[in-house]
């Protein structure tokens, strides 16, 4: 899998584990039903795969001890989870959030907007859409109708100053 943000690929600090075994110290994720049992077992970083088909509220009592959310995109088409990346950034979730699934570079602003920090994506549709594609979507789309995550001007404030 290939991991981007808005400075191009990055290497992943997490590691996904199935067991709860010898995760102290270190930063990992694991599904989101396992939450709870890992954050007792202390690891140095925590980090939760999430459905996009999970409640935000489900995740509430975690936030402040998680640092990352990686939200599942199961295909290109399906949205759900920037809507989901939208609400926990208003309940105040200030870790990483991470879209995890076989996006297209043209969602990349959408999702950074969203507030999303990277893109995970399937080696295949790495091979078809390499880095310097997912970076030059960012220079494609400067203005928005909506107010992003990073409340950037959107084409109704320009509008309104004219």
Do not use: H
Not at 22 to 30: F, N, S, T
Not at 136 to 154: I, N, S
């Amino acid at each position: 899998m290939l991991l981007l943000d808005r400075n191009g690929a990055k290497a992943d600090p997490f590691a996904r584990v199935e067991t709860l075994d010898d995760v102290a110290g270190k930063a990992v994720i694991v599904a989101f039903d396992a939450a709870e049992k890992l954050l007792a077992a202390a690891p140095a970083q925590a980090g939760v795969f999430a459905p996009n088909t999970l409640d935000a509220e489900q995740l509430s009592p975690f936030l402040d001890r998680l640092a990352l959310i990686a939200i599942a995109f199961p295909s290109a088409t399906d949205g759900r989870g920037f809507s989901l990346a939208r609400q926990l950034r208003r309940l105040g979730f200030k870790g990483i959030l991470r879209a995890s699934g076989p996006l297209f570079s043209d969602q990349f602003p959408q999702a950074l907007a969203c507030g999303f920090d990277e893109v995970e994506i399937p080696d295949a549709n790495a091979a078809r859409q390499p880095v310097q594609q997912w970076l030059d979507a960012l220079k494609r789309v400067t203005v928005t109708y909506q107010r992003d995550y990073a409340q950037g001007e959107r084409i109704l404030d320009r509008r309104a100053r004219s």
